[in-house]
């Protein structure tokens, strides 16, 4: 059993805490819409969500339970909240290719789906941690151990993903990026 615990954060006592409903691995990213504070987990079988309104956490069953991984995948990884979406990757740990999705924040049943590295031959496809979004440029980054690759792509709520460029890479630590927009350096 996991359990999600929110904090007082100069005392450290646990002010509430609730049993997870599905296994969570990684950072766990909060956001704020329409000024409700959320907590987003990434799941074994789904990505949920947690409302955090007077000093409890209540799961948001509006929001539902978003299936994003098929049979034998290995979960997700920690989400990238972004504006009025939310971009999780998830290891497959097969050759199976990464999937990354993007799902609405305000209509779950609103996602895209694309698989930046479908075309490379792994044996296995797993990346350690999430990727990085670079707000400057609209690029989402994601990376995959597995195949050795990182990509950027290009995101519109409209028509959904457009992989910009791509790279033979292989890197599992954290992506970050730093510098000017001009002269950014993932």
């Given at each position: 059993t996991q359990t999600l615990l929110a904090l007082d954060p100069v005392t450290?006592?646990?002010?509430?805490?609730?049993?997870?409903?599905?296994?969570?691995?990684?950072?766990?990213?909060?956001?704020?819409?329409?000024?409700?504070?959320?907590?987003?987990?990434?799941?074994?079988?789904?990505?949920?969500?947690?409302?955090?309104?007077?000093?409890?956490?209540?799961?948001?069953?509006?929001?539902?339970?978003?299936?994003?991984t098929e049979e034998d995948d290995l979960g997700a990884m920690a989400p990238n909240v972004i504006g009025d979406w939310v971009f999780v990757s998830v290891n497959t740990g097969t050759p199976k290719p990464m999937p990354v999705w993007a799902i609405s924040?305000?209509?779950?049943?609103?996602?895209?789906?694309?698989?930046?590295?479908?075309?490379?031959?792994?044996?296995?496809?797993?990346?350690?941690?999430?990727?990085?979004y670079d707000t400057s440029s609209d690029l989402l980054l994601t990376a995959d151990t597995g195949t050795g690759w990182v990509s950027a792509m290009r995101f519109d709520p409209e028509s959904g993903f457009e992989v910009v460029w791509r790279e033979e890479q292989t890197t599992s630590v954290f992506m970050q990026l730093i510098g000017t927009p001009e002269e950014r350096v993932m």
């Open positions: 450290l006592e646990i002010i509430d805490q609730v049993e997870l409903p599905d296994f969570s691995t990684g950072r766990v990213p909060t956001a704020v819409h329409d000024g409700i504070d959320y907590v987003y987990m990434p799941g074994i079988n789904f990505s949920y969500r947690y409302r955090w309104e007077d000093q409890t956490l209540t799961l948001d069953e509006d929001w539902g339970f978003v299936s994003i924040t305000i209509d779950a049943s609103e996602r895209f789906l694309i698989r930046p590295f479908e075309d490379i031959d792994t044996r296995f496809s797993f990346a350690v941690a999430h990727g990085a």
